[in-house]
């Protein structure tokens, strides 16, 4: 265990829509990318207290109502997590319905913003193209595209069309 943090292996995202913008964060620690916001579960908290925390704390929106969507297992080959687990984590996506409005906290994100469907494929093509390791990682920490394990959901939920169904080669995502 490192830094002294107990990591319940439980993490949320969450889906937030403003009519056919997505709501994506750009990560700043590992893994990096475009992700849907949220993050662990601390102790004594449940999934839905963990997305209206987390919400809050990455994008400034307050979380009126939660739906549950779907459940994953996620794990990156052993790699040990920010709170120092190597184990598989149990994360649940929520769809967020949500009032207020952005707000940068540069201590948790790089930027926050919505996009576009257009936007949402050129930063999956580029997911494609870093797993495929046609760019480096220095490249893709610089300029990102969708973290894999979200781009598997998108693709699952039908957010990216079938042709991105690049994934399904891949075990590992994070
Ligand atoms: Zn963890």
């Known amino acids: ?7 319940m292996n439980r993490c949320i995202a969450m889906i937030v829509w403003n ?20 993050g662990h579960l601390e102790e004594n908290e449940n999934y839905k207290d963990a997305g209206r925390r987390e919400l809050k704390e990455e994008t400034g929106l307050n979380a009126v109502k939660l739906k549950y969507i779907l459940e994953d297992v996620i794990y990156d080959n052993g790699r040990v997590c920010s709170k120092g687990s190597d184990e598989p984590h149990i994360c649940k996506v929520y769809r967020a319905f949500y009032e207020g409005s952005l707000k940068l906290n540069k ?14 494929y050129d930063l999956a093509l580029k997911t494609n193209n870093y797993l495929d390791k046609l760019i480096t990682e220095k490249e893709w920490e610089n300029s990102p595209g969708v973290v ?12 990216l069309g079938s042709g ?11």
Do not use: H, Q
């Open 164 to 174: 991105y169904n690049f994934y399904k080669k891949r075990k590992i995502f994070i």
């Open 1 to 7: 265990m490192l830094k002294g943090i107990y990591c």
């Open 19 to 38: 009519e056919s913008y997505l709501l994506l964060i750009e990560r700043k620690k590992y893994p990096y990318g475009f992700a849907l916001p949220g």
């Open 107 to 120: 201590k948790e994100t790089k930027s926050i913003g919505w996009y576009s469907m257009l936007e949402l």
């Open 148 to 159: 894999p394990v979200c781009y598997k959901w998108f693709v699952e939920l039908g957010i």
